[in-house]
């Protein structure tokens, strides 16, 4: 079964979306920097039947609208809070994706009340690897074990976005201090991380785990960065029984 999807008009720009049905508290799925919703559609679609669950593209990336080039985490943060009212999505748990999750985190404490647990995939920016000739070694090295199939999905998404946003909002993340908003997330919160994902090194994954008052880390043996993509199947098991006994 294929997702609904569909668009919706916010303040400044648009959000995308693709949803499917299921039970117990929605999910809602936040891509990275530069790319699109065909990040986390795999891990929805596993997900159909079992969790509501949504797919979205933030504003300026994939099938949605920006009025500038200039993203930001608060910014995206914002929009974002702005679609959940809009939707009247009720303390969803937020799942982000390597920039996807600075935006949660940032959603999550600029509004504790209307955000129910939250799931860091690959969260960054690791505080000892920001600047710019580290992070493109370390996001080359991702890319050679993402496989074929991701990396084209990566083009298609910078294609759509457009080289000026697509490096904006690399740096909006690089910029971005995660490190200092994840200590003021009260809620639930799982991170998971790739065993061979460079751009979240084991010792930020666990640091960033430790920052978080509630946090719980889990790796994934063999698998890169962009999780959601790589291994779908394994992702929706542990976020459905993560957002289940979250609300507990």
Wanted: proline fraction near 9%; charged fraction near 25%.
């Amino acid at each position: 079964m294929e997702p609904e999807q569909g668009t919706d008009q916010l303040t400044r720009g648009s959000m995308a979306w693709w949803r499917v049905r299921g039970q117990g508290p929605p999910l809602v799925c936040v891509h990275g920097a530069g790319v699109s919703s065909r990040q986390t559609l795999p891990l929805i679609r596993k997900l159909a039947g079992r969790s509501e669950a949504w797919a979205v593209d933030l504003p300026g990336f994939g099938a949605a609208t920006a009025p500038d080039h200039a993203p930001t985490v608060p910014g995206l943060a914002e929009a974002l809070l702005e679609w959940l009212r809009q939707r009247w999505i009720a303390r969803p748990c937020l799942l982000g994706v390597s920039m996807g999750a600075q935006v949660t985190a940032k959603a999550a404490v600029r509004a504790p009340d209307e955000v129910g647990s939250l799931v860091l995939v690959g969260p960054t920016v690791d505080p000892r690897g920001r600047s710019l000739p580290v992070l493109a070694e370390r996001l080359l090295r991702d890319n050679f074990r993402e496989g074929l199939s991701v990396a084209a999905s990566c083009l298609v998404d910078y294609r759509d976005a457009g080289p000026r946003r697509v490096v904006r909002s690399w740096l909006a993340s690089r910029d971005h201090r995660i490190d200092r908003i994840l200590p003021r997330a009260r809620q639930p919160a799982l991170v998971l991380r790739g065993q061979r994902d460079p751009l979240c090194p084991k010792p930020w994954a666990e640091e960033a785990t430790r920052l978080l008052p509630r946090g719980r880390l889990v790796t994934l043996p063999g698998q890169p960065h962009a999780l959601t993509a790589a291994a779908p199947g394994r992702v929706a098991d542990l976020v459905h029984d993560f957002a289940k006994g979250a609300v507990l």
